[in-house]
Each structure stands twice: as C-alpha cells, then as structure tokens.
C-alpha cells in the first residue's frame, strides 16, 4: 500500500487549498480513508475521515471549512480546504484504514505541508 499526499504550499489566511492522496495498493472506496493533520510541537490530529460508504466526518477544528472527498476512478482522496487560518498550518496526512479479513490496518502517506501566513 502506498499513499502519494500533495497539494501543499504556501497560502495566505483566507485562502484555500486541495489536497490529493493518490492511493496504490488499496482500494479509495473499499476502505476507510482519512486526513490527519501535526503541528509543530502538537500531537497529529484529525481533520477528516470518509468511510467506505461515503460518509464523512469532521474534527471539530475544521467543521464547515474542510470537506473531503473520493474520487473512485482516480483512487484518489481530496481534501478541500478554505478559509485558511495560521492555526491550519501543519503537515497533512493521509491515512487508510484497510479491512481484511483477519483485521484492519492502518496505512500513512508521507505528508504534505501546509503552511498559512497571517
């Protein structure tokens, strides 16, 4: 399994950004996919997750900011992300939760950075 994350750069507050997590390996719509997110000097937390379904949820930091999104034929994952604050600015993750049938496995990509100047 291997998570391609890009999208990243340098924005001004206010501004907004796509993210893509191009996924090899696993299916984007036959497992649960996600976006995490790790400050400097923070623990990484949630941004968004999107079960197989195709129901999303939100950490509460992003709620009506961010959206995630599939796109099944590209295998990829999207993360919109608008209104841009300083408090956004971060390495962003990628995350596949794989399901087998002897469990679920968890899958990071290498990041992408997203930095928000004021």
């Known amino acids: 399994v291997q998570l391609q994350a890009s999208g990243g750069g340098l924005v001004q507050a206010g501004g907004s950004l796509r993210l893509a997590c191009v996924a090899s390996?696993?299916?984007?719509?036959?497992?649960?996919m996600g976006w995490y997110r790790q400050a400097p000097g923070k623990q990484r937390e949630l941004v968004a997750t999107?079960?197989?379904?195709?129901?999303?949820a939100y950490g509460d930091p992003v709620k009506g900011r961010f959206t995630i999104s599939r796109d099944n034929a590209k295998n990829t994952v999207y993360l919109q992300i608008d209104s841009l604050t300083p408090e956004d600015t971060a390495v962003y993750y990628c995350k596949a939760e794989k399901f087998t049938p002897t469990g679920v496995y968890d899958y990071w990509g290498q990041g992408t950075l997203v930095t928000v100047s004021s």
């Open positions: 390996g696993i299916s984007v719509s036959g497992n649960g």
């Open positions: 999107i079960t197989r379904r195709g129901s999303a």
